[in-house]
């Protein structure tokens, strides 16, 4: 329908974006989208903030940046974060500090696997098992790209099962330097040795066992390679 001569001139599109930025921002925060889920698709962004496909596009690009969200390709959007600590991490925890990422690692994932013993919920166990059983499929596949991320999502779902929303959300922001580690320690190809069970961890959690959760999760870091 054309604009009327009494209607107000639309925002400026630069005000336009700040204001998706900050609409996106609000939903985050707000729990909508929780750190580890997937934002709505562009169309259904558009539909439901009242504004053009351009305007979603440049938003939801400036939160990647921010490091608040994170494009997978071939999956879509998902926020890894709810501040913009991410890509200090990013930066900070790559190349040749595989061994200070691995000792992050156990500053997170050791507590997160006691926790998640004492915490965890029915949906967390269909989340770990589903979680688990993509990891080894992965695996067994051969297929380097997708274990990584499939490992990654099986840590990130102990931690939500630890049910601690800041470590979580700090866990979220380390997100970006474990995939580079697991990359790099990789080597592009999975081979015999490099491959460390995950199951006791997942079943001590299962368990209700946080001092062999904590263990076990310990354990799977000291055989983890320090490239």
Known sequence: MPRSANSPPPPPRGQRIRETIAQLRERILAGEWPVGSRIPTEPQLVAALGV????????????????????R??????????????????????????TEVIE??????????RLAALRR????????????AAREAAWH??????????????HTAVVAAAHNRMLAELYASFGAAL??????????????????????????????????AAREAGAYLEAAPRA
Do not use: K, W
């Open 121 to 132: 919920t029915p949906e967390d166990l269909v989340a770990l098992d589903d979680a688990l």
């Open 104 to 113: 992050v690692r156990r500053a997170f994932e050791v507590e997160a696997a």
């Open 141 to 154: 596949g051969g297929r380097a790209d997708e274990f990584v991320e499939a490992d990654v999502v099986l």
């Open 179 to 212: 995939r580079s580690s697991l990359v790099e320690t990789m080597g592009g190809a999975l081979t015999a040795e490099q491959y460390i069970d995950h199951a006791r961890m997942v079943d001590a959690i299962r368990a209700g066992d946080p001092e062999r």
């Open 52 to 71: 053009g496909r351009n305007t979603v596009r440049e938003a939801v690009r400036a939160l990647q940046h921010a490091g608040v969200l994170e494009c």
């Open 73 to 98: 390709q071939g999956s879509g959007t998902y926020v890894v974060s709810t501040d913009e600590l991410a890509p200090v991490v990013a930066r900070q925890l790559t190349g040749d500090r595989v």
